[in-house]
Structure formats: structure tokens, C-alpha cells
């Protein structure tokens, strides 16, 4: 397995900009590291602090040098940090696993409603940064290391030496598979989509893999909105045959063939985005006899539209006129895409500029393209007209996928729109998770 050297191991009391929580937790990882590897550098790759950060806060209960060894890590001592190094915050109402983390939205939504998590897992090595950098914790890499030995799947007493218990599993499991674009652009080349991916479609069965091996009492699970639609429907009545045998209920119930709407949830109900997800959860079948059928917040759309310009007024990081300074798009690629847009219209179909001229609307979808061009939401330059508009800024995405206003970002344009286009929107998270809190995991 390829490794990759992390710049934690720059960390020091000094370090500006993280969360003071997350900055004290990754200080004491480095001093748990220092007493366990003591040899910086090739050893201490971001796998070794994936183990000091979990030992840290969960190591208590369980041994986490299994899972540095599965994730390809040296030989370290089985022992459990010392009371000088382990987390002593407050016990926590439930205990979670963050599976294909990404940056940490559903971490932020668990945590909300009372959780700790105990094990996360993202492949993606700027986004295990920055979920490090708001939450303390660094992800283990890719979970087929954990999950699968040569190719085919663990035993359910092996996975439970690498992955702790858990009372929850939380999950957007890769969606591009699953995606309209991805579906087409996969047709095209004549490549396999949805369940039968070779690459991305199985990841769905690790999340099975685990559930079958520590039985957790929930899953959240996060998808694109034409799951339901995939394949003809055959996609998500695969899904709910594995569920349902692995165990659990799934709520909202299984779809009828006419139902395109399954499960799918508009972020506008709680922000200024229209952003159409599948939001489902899976309650084990002894609880769901013991405290019922699950019931979901409402998330109707509001009467007066949450806005684009709500969203702007709170980023003020920067002046207007700074942020159309730094993130307007240049006149050439301005002109490109009316030329491009011009040419799609006389066909009536394609490209089409996300052009926001009026603020009191909400945003379009945000992609993790948007980096590229910005041509699904561009700002018009209030200032002068002929000028080109400006890009969203960073802050003003992650506000709109809700992230805290301290939420940490990357320097790098790249990667923060990448990250926030990727991400699931915390609010809508945050109120299914307290739900489940509610109902099924306090006072257990």
C-alpha cells in the first residue's frame, strides 16, 4: 500500500488556525508518537497518527496497533497509552464510525447530538488532513484494508480486532458509481456502474462487512438522488436485500417502481442550496421491535426560500470588493463560457451558466468540480456590469454545506471546493441524527 508523508509532523504548540480542541488533540498525538516511534520521518506517516489519534481518545477501550498494522504500519506495542496521553473528556451518549469520512460532516452532526467517534476511514489524503485539522482524529486510509484480505472478505472475528464497536455507522458511500453523470459517462466508455463497479460500486459491501462483524444498532447512509432510479430500480433493491438480511429496517420503506423520489432530501429546507441527496437509516430489527418504526424530521421547503445572499452576508472574512478581487474568473473564460452557453441554447440542450442575478434565490448544487470554472454559481460583480463575475469563496461554500464558521479550510483553493462539493450538508445530518439519538441510543 502506497504511503504518504504527512505534514503533522510539523505540528507545534504555534500551529495558527485549527480549532483549540483538535490542535491539543494532535499536540498530545505527537507526544504519544515521540513515546512509541520514536524515529520521525518514514514511521511516522499519516497511518502512525490515525493510531496515536484513535489511542488517544478511544484507547482505552480498545487496541488500535491492529489497525496500524492492517493499514500497512510498522510493528508497534500492543499497550495501551498510558493515563498521560488517553482523552478525558466527558463519556459520550453513543459511540460512532465515520466511514468514508471525507471531511467530517457527519462527524460534526453525531458529535451534535452526543456521540464520539471511535474509528473514521477516508482515502483521500487532503481531506484526512483536513479532518484532522477540525476534529482531532486522522482517518485510517482506504477500509478495504481492513475489511478484506486478498480480495475477498474478512471473517466477522477478524474485522472486530481491527474495528472497534460501535452504536452507529455513518456513511456517504462513494456516489460517483451511482451518479447520473457518472452513470452516463461510464455508458459511454463501457465501463460497469452501480453495484456491479469493480472500483467504487463494492465499497457499499464493506459498510455490510463491518455492520455484519460489530452489529451496530443504526446506519446513516448518504447516496446520490436517483439511487432509487439506477439501473431500473434494481440498484436499491439490491441494497435493501443486503441490508434487510444483514438485520436491519430501513427507513423511509422500500420504494414503489413509480417512486423517483425515495428517500431524497432538498438542502434548501435548511439553507440557501438546493442540493437533492438520499438520506436513509437502517435500524437493527430488535430495536426497531423494542421503540418502534423510525420517524424522520421534517424537512419541508419554507414558504419565503432560504437565500444565496444570507449565506454571503455571513462570510466576512473579506469585502466584496476583495472577494471579487481574488476569485472573479478571468474575461477569456467569462466570454468562453457565454460563447459556450450561446451555442448550447440554439441547440436546446447542455451548458448552461449558473449565473445568480438574483440572491434571493438559492444557490444550484454545489460539484466538486466547481474548482474548474465556477459556471454553476458565479456572483455578477455589483460594481460594474460588464466585469466578470466572481466564484464563491471557500467560506462561502463550506456556509452553505453549514459548517461552523471556525470550520479549518485548506490554503488551496483546489482541494476546499473539491472538499465542500463533495460533502454532505451538516444541517440535515445533524437533525437526523439527533432523531436517532433520541429514539434509539440515550438511556440504552
Request: hydrophobic share 35%; aromatic share 10%.
Amino acid at each position: 500500500m502506497a504511503r504518504v508523508t504527512h505534514p503533522f509532523n510539523s505540528l507545534t504548540p504555534e500551529t495558527e488556525g485549527l480549532p483549540s480542541a483538535a490542535q491539543r488533540r494532535l499536540l498530545d498525538s505527537r507526544r504519544l508518537l515521540e513515546a512509541k516511534l520514536p524515529q520521525p520521518g518514514k514511521s511516522w506517516e499519516i497511518d502512525a497518527w490515525a493510531y496515536a489519534t484513535h489511542s488517544l481518545q478511544h484507547g482505552n477501550n480498545f487496541d488500535y496497533s491492529r489497525a496500524f498494522a492492517a493499514a500497512g504500519g510498522a510493528a508497534i506495542s500492543p499497550s495501551l497509552p498510558s493515563n498521560d496521553f488517553r482523552d478525558n473528556s466527558s463519556a459520550s451518549a453513543f459511540a460512532f464510525i465515520d466511514l468514508f469520512a471525507g471531511i467530517g460532516g457527519f462527524h460534526l452532526a453525531l458529535a451534535r447530538a452526543g456521540g464520539q467517534c471511535v474509528f473514521a476511514s477516508e482515502w483521500d489524503a487532503s481531506a484526512r488532513r483536513t479532518y484532522a485539522f477540525n476534529h482531532g482524529l486522522v482517518p485510517f486510509g482506504d477500509i478495504r484494508a481492513f475489511t478484506r484480505h486478498q480480495g475477498s472478505a474478512q471473517g466477522d472475528k477478524e474485522v472486530s480486532k481491527l474495528i472497534p464497536s460501535a452504536d452507529v455507522i455513518s456513511a456517504g458511500f462513494p456516489c460517483q458509481p451511482f451518479s447520473q453523470a457518472g452513470v452516463s459517462s461510464r455508458n459511454f466508455h463501457g465501463i460497469h456502474h452501480g453495484l456491479k463497479c469493480d472500483v467504487q460500486g463494492t465499497l457499499f459491501e464493506d459498510i455490510l462487512i463491518i455492520a455484519r462483524a460489530i452489529k451496530p444498532k443504526v446506519l446513516l447512509l448518504e447516496n446520490v438522488s436517483n439511487l432509487a432510479r439506477h439501473d431500473g430500480g434494481n440498484t436499491i433493491r439490491t441494497i435493501f436485500e443486503e441490508i434487510e438480511s444483514s438485520g436491519y429496517v430501513i427507513y423511509p420503506k422500500k420504494p414503489s417502481g413509480s417512486d423517483t423520489r425515495w428517500a431524497v432530501i432538498d438542502s434548501a429546507s435548511v439553507v440557501g442550496q438546493r442540493r437533492r441527496r438520499v438520506y436513509f437509516v437502517c435500524v437493527r430489527a430488535d430495536l426497531v421491535k423494542s421503540h418502534g418504526d423510525f420517524v424522520f424530521p421534517d424537512f419541508s421547503l419554507p414558504e419565503v426560500p432560504h437565500s444565496l445572499r444570507s449565506v454571503i452576508e455571513r462570510d466576512t472574512s473579506m469585502t466584496e470588493i476583495e472577494k471579487l478581487e481574488r476569485y472573479s474568473i478571468s474575461r477569456k473564460l467569462w466570454e468562453s463560457h457565454l460563447s459556450r452557453q450561446a451555442r448550447h441554447v440554439a441547440k436546446s440542450n447542455g451548458f448552461r451558466i449558473g449565473l445568480m442575478n438574483n440572491l434571493d434565490n438559492p444557490a444550484p448544487t454545489l460539484v466538486a468540480r466547481y474548482y474548474k470554472d465556477g459556471k454553476d454559481c458565479l456572483i455578477p460583480n455589483r460594481f460594474d456590469g460588464s466585469a466578470p463575475p466572481r466564484m464563491l469563496t471557500p467560506r462561502e461554500c463550506a456556509l452553505l454545506q453549514t459548517y461552523p464558521s471556525d470550520f479549518w479550510l485548506p490554503e488551496s483553493k483546489t482541494p476546499a471546493y473539491k472538499q465542500m462539493g463533495n460533502s454532505i450538508t451538516v444541517e440535515i445530518a445533524a437533525r437526523i441524527s439527533e432523531a436517532i439519538a433520541s429514539q434509539y441510543l440515550r438511556g440504552q
